[in-house]
């Protein structure tokens, strides 16, 4: 069974259009992460999520929304999508904020055209 | 501001030999956390080991293992026994207890040759 999940693995768009990215976390944990990683392979958070609440807002453009329907999900709206947005994106989770150790999806490479 | 620091881009150690992977790291926090993580080239994240600050005693998971100096805010991690499956970036990574935040080293790019 995947611990923590994403969809698409894969996502090509052309820039100015709208996508999501959605992950879904079975370890029953209560925060869940968004994560970018660049070109040079450099991995910078961007979101995070305690029970629903958002704790964690990053220096990110607006464009990007976070989504936490419930505890064992959060998606990742992005408007308007640039060049530069291209990159591949990690979902993780665990048990709290601060103390454990934090389980990664598969990512998502998403390709802005 | 925390910072983590990769000071090797690259290394290459030969199958079956140790290879230590240095990382220093900066922050004014006494309570944290440090992990090591390995990303393979399928893009998934893995959790190799992890060590708590407050914790004098070095953290070892079989063939893996740290050397953690928190004075000189040191965390290494030493691969005994390298084999092929361990060839992977290796990202060093703090956890700060304030934040919650995940701070990620640049990476090390490790190259196992059989």
């Known amino acids: 069974d995947t611990a923590v999940s994403q969809t698409p693995k894969y996502l090509v768009t052309q820039m100015g259009n709208d996508k999501s990215i959605k992950c879904e976390q079975n370890?029953?944990?209560?925060?869940m992460y968004w994560y970018k990683q660049d070109s040079k392979k450099f991995l910078k958070i961007m979101f995070s999520y305690n029970n629903k609440e958002l704790i964690i807002n990053e220096t990110v453009p607006n464009r990007f929304s976070p989504k936490s329907p419930d505890k064992a999900h959060l998606n990742l709206h992005i408007n308007s999508l640039e060049l530069g947005d291209s990159a591949v994106y990690f979902c993780a989770s665990s048990q709290g904020l601060a103390v454990y150790e934090q389980f990664f999806g598969p990512g998502t490479r998403l390709t802005v055209l | 501001a925390q910072t983590v620091t990769q000071s090797q881009p690259e290394m290459s150690v030969q199958e079956a030999e140790t290879v230590t992977l240095s990382c220093t790291y900066d922050?004014?926090?006494?309570?944290?956390?440090l992990f090591w993580y390995k990303q393979p080239p399928s893009r998934q994240m893995i959790l190799v080991i992890r060590q708590e600050a407050y914790k004098q005693q070095n953290a070892t998971e079989n063939r893996f293992s740290v050397n953690f100096q928190k004075a000189a805010k040191s965390f290494s991690l030493k691969i005994s026994d390298s084999q092929l499956g361990d060839a992977a970036m290796y990202f060093c990574?703090?956890?700060?207890?304030?934040?919650?935040?995940?701070?990620f080293g640049q990476g090390t790019t490790l190259q196992v040759k059989p």
């Open positions: 370890l029953g944990h209560d925060t």
């Open positions: 990574v703090l956890l700060s207890s304030n934040t919650g935040k995940l701070i």
């Open positions: 922050t004014s926090e006494s309570d944290y956390y």
